[in-house]
């Protein structure tokens, strides 16, 4: 069972979410309706939240997003990438308990949305979060260059991800958490694949050497994949995620029980104000 909000904290969610919002139907059961938002044009749009846009001013943010064609959806790291004509993006952090869909009808909205979108066919697309936490924010470009690679990309390989953390000091989990490094991975998923590579979470990246990092990458890889199809199933209709306990975690949240392994007891230090769980048996410093 995961712990509760886990599917805010990483990858796995956004990447569902993003891919779900053109088809709904397509890795989830529906009825044969697809609802594509691709080359549909934002007739009206309201930001309810003002302080989700951040800096940017709500009623500015509203005022460019009017008549704006969408060209597609993409992802970047936990970014959801709404991709607008006229070179403008909508960028969107669900954060932790954020969630963005599409309904048949804008005028059937949810109260609390935070933000709506009446689309040029009567469609609404809306973004609730009930923690408000989550950000919406407009872009010439996606405003992103800083960061790493995809981990499911094909610019993730092993050899790159061995020579990008070649000679570092950086403690392992910290490497894995910063997005200049890698795109998108969080700390569950960070902590599962130190487990799966036997590399304590304090130990230096760029002291584990090469053997151990290619085996982080390949389990960085494989958790990332079983956690995104994991999350497509738990993506119950749209706007609604559900708890996706089939999705089983060796380390994180299970302090003081035993290892699936060598039966230790888990452990939990904090590591840039963050819970890390490891193994102190498996995973020696």
């Excluded at 997003?65 to 597609?72: D, H, K, N, Q």
């Excluded at 405003?143 to 094909?154: F, N, Q, T, V, Y």
């Excluded at 070649?166 to 487990?195: C, M, S, T, V």
Aim: charged share 25%; glycine share 10%; net charge positive.
């Amino acid at each position: 069972m995961l712990p509760n909000g886990w599917m805010r904290l990483d990858i796995a969610s956004v990447a569902a979410a993003s891919a779900l919002l053109d088809r709904y139907g397509t890795a989830v059961r529906a009825k044969p309706m697809a609802l594509v938002v691709s080359a549909a044009t934002l007739a009206d749009a309201h930001i309810e939240r003002l302080r989700i846009t951040e800096r940017q001013n709500p009623r500015e943010v509203e005022a460019r997003l009017r008549g704006r064609v969408i060209e597609r959806i993409d992802r970047r790291g936990k970014n959801i990438l709404i991709i607008l004509s006229g070179g403008l993006t909508m960028r969107v952090h669900l954060r932790m308990t954020g969630n963005l869909y599409v309904i048949s009808d804008w005028r059937l909205r949810e109260a609390r949305s935070n933000a709506w979108f009446a689309l040029d066919d009567g469609r609404g697309r809306l973004f609730e979060d009930t923690r408000g936490l989550g950000t919406l924010t407009i872009h010439e470009g996606t405003g992103l260059e800083g960061l790493g690679p995809e981990p499911l990309s094909r610019q993730f390989t092993a050899e790159a991800f061995v020579h990008s953390a070649a000679g570092l000091r950086q403690p392992a989990k910290l490497f894995l958490l910063d997005q200049r490094r890698i795109a998108g991975l969080g700390n569950i998923y960070a902590a599962e694949a130190l487990f799966a590579a036997r590399i304590h979470p304090r130990a230096a990246i760029g002291a584990a050497g090469r053997p151990k990092l290619k085996a982080l990458h390949a389990a960085i890889v494989r958790i990332l994949r079983e956690a995104v199809k994991s999350a497509c199933k738990a993506y119950s209709r749209p706007g609604g995620f559900q708890e996706a306990a089939e999705f089983p975690l060796a380390v994180y949240g299970r302090e003081g029980e035993n290892c699936i392994r060598c039966e230790a007891a888990i452990r939990r230090i904090t590591q840039g104000g963050r819970s890390t769980y490891y193994c102190p048996k498996c995973q020696r410093s």
